[in-house]
């Protein structure tokens, strides 16, 4: 019998309502609004704060997208301004995030990741990778990292990367596998989705411009280390942990997923099909491989020609306009830029705004003293574990980046702990704590729908890839950092 009242079945109705969560935020807001700030900390400081943070719980309730409670922040913050004796954010300095350049980097490598989708050529590369390695079910996996190696530099969108891209691809070759053993799932498909899966965090941790919150922590680098962590320096600290996490996941996966299907032919064959579908290579094509080749050329050499990275990516863009490999109306359609350009340079500007009015350097006080009394290595080897798993609490990335990166990164900073061994653990760990959850990302969430894992094996899945990370990028990695003589 069920003993759910109609009123019990209300309250949940109301619950999960967006109205109800948007009322909860500005309940938070309101409520603290209001109250004296700590000592220490100025009025202005502190509702800057107040704002801040519940900017932070819109994004985990989702009330509304990210861009419109930006907005919604910035707004009331400028109102206050405008509207009392108390300074917070002036209007001209609400548009100064907008006008950051590292705002316009991930803009720009998201406007060039749609001409990536539109002239096929990432779809090209995937099935490329499965044709070629795709002769086993090892080499399916093998198939999924390379491909997600060879298009991370240029697609700051893993949710286009991975679900716009390489899902379908991986849909299409286990629809076949599902005809050829008569089953709506197989060994092999899960072991599939999970390394396309986990690959995709593994080389959105390995490029600053692989995941659209990557730039974040490389701006808290330099407004708490006072250590400019560049697209050059996010690549030399990531390709090896980078390249072992990938050359190994594959393995290491296939001892989850045991007693796979041995004979995959017809899903080799059918990417193979697939590409002789999309015909000879075209001129578009293979411009823009030249274009991205000279991009990456740049990037890794811009300590010697010292051109921004921004930079680079813009003129890349440029160069894709004018050898008219794609157009620009098309390019200014991606919804995705704009609305990142709205949230990343909105929170860009409070976070500035946090400096400014002295919360940084308050929390950076309490910090001093509660955490002085642990080894520097040893606090931040956990505060690196703490933030990882903290991913549990999130329902997405960019909000447990938005949430604790600055927070984490200023303890450590505190405590002692170097900036070159805190600097990179928090920024590659931020994208590889999405192994935890189904619903930390966009590819994971598309991954897992196609409906062959359990949600209880994939968090099972998911917390023995953790083990996995922090081993190769705490032991691998911090080694590694040693002997290039970054701590």
């Given at each position: 019998m069920d003993t759910k009242s109609p009123a019990y079945d209300y309250l949940i109705r109301i619950s999960k309502s967006d109205g109800t969560r948007f009322a909860l935020c500005i309940a938070f807001a309101s409520l603290l609004w209001i109250i004296a700030p700590p000592t220490g900390l100025s009025l202005s400081g502190w509702r800057i704060f107040v704002v801040f943070m519940a900017t932070i719980i819109g994004f985990i309730l989702r009330p509304l997208p990210m861009a419109p409670l930006v907005l919604i922040s910035l707004s009331a913050l400028v109102f206050a301004d405008t509207l009392s004796d108390t300074s917070y954010i002036s209007l001209n300095t609400a548009f100064s995030g907008f006008a950051n350049s590292t705002t316009w980097l991930v803009v720009s490598a998201i406007l060039i990741s749609g001409t990536i989708i539109r002239t096929q050529l990432g779809t090209r590369l995937a099935l490329l990778c499965f044709a070629f390695f795709g002769r086993s079910s090892t080499g399916l996996g093998y198939a999924a990292c390379v491909a997600e190696l060879l298009l991370a530099p240029f697609?700051?969108?893993?949710?286009?990367?991975?679900?716009?891209?390489?899902?379908?691809?991986?849909?299409?070759?286990?629809?076949?596998l599902a005809k050829q053993t008569n089953a709506?799932?197989?060994?092999?498909?899960?072991?599939?989705?999970?390394?396309?899966?986990?690959?995709?965090?593994?080389?959105?941790?390995?490029?600053?411009?692989?995941?659209?919150?990557n730039?974040?922590?490389?701006?808290?680098?330099?407004?708490i280390y006072n250590l400019p962590f560049t697209w050059t320096r996010w690549f030399v600290g990531g390709i090896v942990p980078g390249l072992c996490g990938l050359l190994l996941l594959p393995l290491f996966l296939g001892l989850l997923f045991p007693n796979r299907e041995q004979d995959i032919h017809a899903a080799h064959h059918r990417a193979k099909d697939n590409l002789a579908q999309l015909g000879s290579i075209r001129r578009d094509e293979i411009i823009l491989v030249f274009i991205f080749a000279a991009m990456i050329l740049l990037w890794i050499t811009s300590p010697w020609h010292k051109l921004p990275t921004t930079l680079v990516c813009m003129s890349g863009?440029?160069?894709i306009l004018v050898f008219r490999i794609d157009n620009w109306i098309a390019m200014a359609g991606q919804a995705e830029a704009w609305d990142t350009l709205v949230w990343l340079g909105g929170l860009l500007t409070m976070a500035t705004a946090?400096?400014?009015?002295?919360?940084?350097?308050?929390?950076?006080?309490?910090?001093?003293?509660?955490?002085?009394?642990?080894?520097?290595?040893?606090?931040?080897?956990?505060?690196?574990?703490?933030?990882?798993?903290?991913?549990?609490?999130?329902?997405?990335?960019?909000?447990?980046?938005?949430?604790?990166?600055?927070?984490?990164?200023l303890v450590a900073q505190q405590a002692g702990t170097p900036g070159l061994l805190m600097v990179p653990l928090i920024a590659y760990l931020s994208s590889l704590c999405g192994c935890l959850t189904n619903y930390s990302?966009?590819?994971?969430?598309?991954?897992?729908?196609?409906?062959?894992?359990?949600?209880?094996?994939?968090?099972?899945?998911?917390?023995?890839?953790?083990?996995?990370?922090?081993?190769?990028?705490?032991?691998?990695?911090?080694?590694?950092?040693?002997i290039l003589g970054w701590w």
């Open positions: 697609i700051p969108s893993n949710t286009a990367r991975g679900g716009g891209i390489l899902a379908p691809v991986i849909r299409g070759i286990n629809e076949t709506t799932s197989s060994s092999t498909s899960r072991y599939l989705i999970a390394t396309a899966a986990h690959a995709n965090l593994i080389t959105s941790a390995m490029f600053l411009t692989a995941m659209a919150a730039p974040i922590v490389a701006q808290l680098s330099e407004e863009l440029v160069a946090l400096k400014e009015h002295g919360v940084v350097q308050y929390f950076s006080t309490m910090a001093k003293t509660e955490f002085t009394h642990f080894h520097p290595l040893l606090a931040g080897v956990l505060l690196a574990i703490i933030y990882f798993y903290s991913m549990y609490g999130f329902s997405m990335l960019t909000g447990h980046i938005i949430a604790f990166a600055g927070a984490f990164l990302t966009g590819p994971l969430i598309i991954y897992f729908n196609q409906g062959h894992i359990s949600p209880v094996q994939w968090f099972r899945t998911g917390f023995i890839v953790s083990l996995f990370h922090l081993v190769i990028w705490l032991g691998i990695g911090g080694t590694y950092w040693k």
